[in-house]
């Protein structure tokens, strides 16, 4: 198992509700979820958020008796915004415990938002030391990390202000890697959303970093990557991403997962060290391994010596007589360099010249 399933396998662990303990003392998700649909009324009521029209709400009925019997004693079922519904247990890709629910992305966050369109940004706005476009490139392993040669100046920021970033939002890449994402901290509020990016506006009642955590599980990423569009480069869209289905567990659920899961950060750390050492191993020491045996053999630690074998001194004797019978009857030239090398004791040798 390499680092990157090891890290795919938690988080999928986690979103399935098998990381942390389940707390029977904990708010139910289902109560936060109806939390979260009375705060976004209130916002909409309010003007800062627009209403969703496509927005759904999924719960769980049980099972009528004439039902055919398996794991679960209830169905789920989504009810759209014009009153239809429709039992959607079948959709559902895995089992969650009974104190956590199914949702839509989009009603779990206050808004999805699109980056600005690229002819938005020209040349000329981009400056030094300027305001930090948040671009797929700049979301490096659940962090955001600005580059110096994509910030603006304030008065393009300040024309683009729609798409500023708040703490606690989330930004997700459409198009490359699917599942990238970050959330935004305090001191990257005010930064704008790049052109690669969508931005999920956080609600109060949802833990950010939780969100990040499901978007980044394996479950998630395989859907996205089936779902995106695009020949050359995956996209997505605003369909793919508000119909979305997460798991959603209480609140302080939420937070307890988070934590556990960046507990075990440092350890996946040190095991992906581990495998890299193991795979520049694996690839070097054939080679090394050779040269090594190469090295004992010529300097005859291979095999073992065999005290009545003839002395290699003899030898090299035989074989200076050759070569003299070979000069003499003219079939090799005398080599006016040759030399030869003799013992002096048992620590020295000694070069004569031929």
Known sequence: MTAQQLKNSILQTAVQGKLVPQDPNDEPASVLIERIRVEKQRLIKEGKIKKDKNESV???APKDGSEATDNLPYRFFERAADGTERDITDELPFDIPESWEWARLNSVVNEVATGPFGSMLHKTDYVRNGIPLVNPQNIIGGEIQPNDSTTVSSETAKRLNSYSLNKNDVVIAHRGEM???AVVEEMQSGWLCGTGSFILRANLYMFSSFLVTVLRSWHIVQYLRGSSIGTTMSNLNHGILNHLLIPVPPLSEQHNIVERFEQLLPSITAYDTAEQKLTTLNATFPDQLKKSILQAAVQGRLVEQDPSDEPASV??????????????????KRNENENVIFRRDNSHYEMRDG
């Open 58 to 60: 999924i719960y769980r």
């Open 179 to 181: 599942g990238r994402c």
């Open 315 to 332: 030898l090299l004797e035989r074989i200076r007589i050759e070569r003299e019978r070979l000069i003499l009857t003219g079939k090799i």
